[in-house]
């Protein structure tokens, strides 16, 4: 997912190799293609390879950074993720109105989210370096999360959001699309239809109001371009056709 790429996830002085495994497998599930680890404590080790089970590319290419502020060089925006509340003063976000941020600011720029070590979490230097922190909103009187399951968390608000923000996109009409056919034109049509179907004798002796209204409906809501009415005339045309034949034969 294109939108995730700007987005750099960022993993503070973990202690725990299967931590940072478990953290690849959170974040390749998601979409996400890299990680960068910051004075990881055992790095490379084999239970991060274990516990990733085949997210190794992202083991595999982590970027090792000995400060964050090396991690997070270059980016727009820093986000810290936090159980709980710290002595730095600074905005703090839910897990969605940070991924709306972050994929905002990916526009223009790469973006970062941070995770601190295990017991600790990040240090109050570490928080400065941050726009603004984000917390997972949990029992206040459990709330620490598991690392990796906290990156697991917002990992998947960072991926709905994309999800919605390319749904839109797509939603857009591609800029080579046709401009639906006018009002005048989409009348001919219904007159077209109305007098195809009482051609082929569709309504069998009804008065076919409620058939028409129907068929109204259906083809407003689709709003057909020009090149479609036209083939959807061709059709009545050779319905028409083919009933005047039937009738033909049936006379002679
Ligand atoms: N005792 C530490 C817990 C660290 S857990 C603390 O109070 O911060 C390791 C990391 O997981 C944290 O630094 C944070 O990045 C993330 N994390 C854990 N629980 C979280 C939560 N409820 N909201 C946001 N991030 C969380």
């Known amino acids: 997912m294109r939108a995730l790429e700007r987005v750099r996830i960022v993993l503070v002085g973990t202690q725990h190799p299967r931590n940072i495994g478990s953290a690849a497998r959170a974040l390749k599930t998601m979409g996400f293609g890299a990680m960068h680890l910051v004075a990881p404590a055992m790095f490379p080790h084999p239970e991060a390879q274990a516990l990733a089970a085949g997210a190794d590319d992202l083991l595999e290419g982590a970027g090792v ?7 997070v060089a270059g980016c727009t925006l820093v986000l810290g993720s936090t159980a709980t509340q710290r002595a730095v003063p600074m905005p703090e976000l839910s897990p969605r109105e940070a991924a709306v941020r972050l994929l905002e600011a990916s526009r223009q720029g790469e973006v970062a989210l941070v995770f601190g070590p295990e017991r600790t979490g990040l240090e109050n230097a570490e928080l400065q370096l941050c726009h603004a922190s984000v917390c997972i909103p949990t029992d206040p009187a ?6 990796a399951q906290a990156v697991q968390v917002l990992a998947y608000e960072l991926r709905l959001t994309a999800m919605a923000q390319e749904g839109l996109e797509n939603a857009r009409p591609p800029l080579d699309a046709r401009p639906p056919a006018t009002h005048e034109a989409m009348e001919r049509f219904f007159g077209h239809l109305d007098q195809t179907l009482h051609a082929i ?10 058939v028409m209204r129907r068929l109204r409906r259906l083809f407003l809501r689709a709003a057909p371009d020009e090149r479609e009415l036209r083939m959807l005339h061709g059709i009545l045309a050779d319905a028409q056709r083919m009933a005047r034949l039937a009738g033909a034969k049936k006379n002679l």
């Open 65 to 71: 950074h000995p400060g964050l502020s090396e991690a």
């Open 142 to 147: 459990f709330s620490s999360l598991n690392l």
């Open 201 to 210: 004798d569709f309504h069998k002796g009804r008065s076919g109001i409620t």
